[in-house]
């Protein structure tokens, strides 16, 4: 089965940056479009970015453009989501997504049928 465990969460401090991991098993990595995903209590999931296969092409929301980084390392089944200067606004749950091949629409939620559990990120002021 299909397997999407996020991690590199925590509690940090505003401006701080931090890389988060997504590791895959189960499906075909080199193959699969990645996406990344928030949602803070209250509010609706929302997209951050995704890249599409090995070396692919690197789609982002306007508010994570220049801010956040999504990239992968297919030798190791795993996605990255790196976020520069974090502030209190960014605390939310953060998920991975997957699907293999291409989504058909590269921000849709609906698009990725496997999902990781997330991992929490809270900054602090």
């Not at 502030?87 to 991975?96: I, V």
Request: net charge neutral.
């Amino acid at each position: 089965q299909v397997k999407l465990v996020e991690s590199g969460g925590g509690m940090v401090q505003t401006g701080v940056s931090l890389r988060l991991s997504c590791a895959a098993s189960g499906i075909d990595f080199t193959n699969s479009a990645v996406g990344w995903y928030r949602q803070s209590p209250g509010k609706e999931r929302e997209f951050i970015g995704a890249i599409l296969l090995e070396g692919g092409s690197q789609y982002y929301a306007e508010f994570a453009t220049g801010r956040f980084i999504v990239s992968r390392d297919n030798a190791k089944n795993t996605a990255y989501l790196h976020m520069d200067s974090l502030n209190p606004e960014d605390t939310a749950a953060y998920y991975c997504a997957a699907k293999r091949g291409y989504p058909g629409r590269y921000s849709a939620g609906n698009e990725y049928p496997y999902w990781g559990q997330g991992t929490q990120v809270t900054v602090s002021s």
